[in-house]
């Protein structure tokens, strides 16, 4: 017997058939994947930094604006790197 979520796959997959990627793509898509984790990751390093050392400084202000400021970048970030994942995959 089939569980609700596998139904619902099949009707999906009926619908909108999911086109297979080659390995080409899938290297594509990992190497992209790991270059920006890393672009995440080194924004969130310096910006924990900044974000440090305006708390040791006694700024509220200037924490909330970096923490602000972070977010807005790794929404950027991550925003272009869907945009280039579903090239890869359009392709």
Do not use: G
Request: proline share 3%; charged share 30%; glycine share 0%.
């Amino acid at each position: 017997m089939k569980s609700a979520y596998e139904l619902a796959m099949e009707r999906l997959e009926k619908s909108s058939p999911l086109k297979k990627l080659s390995p080409e793509q899938i290297a594509q898509i990992q190497e992209l994947d790991s270059v920006y984790k890393a672009k995440i990751a080194e924004r969130e390093t310096m910006a924990q930094a900044a974000i440090a050392a305006a708390r040791a400084a006694n700024s509220p202000e200037n924490v909330q604006m970096l923490q602000q400021t972070l977010a807005q970048e790794l929404t950027k970030i991550r925003a272009e790197w869907d945009e280039k994942k579903e090239k890869l995959r359009s392709a």
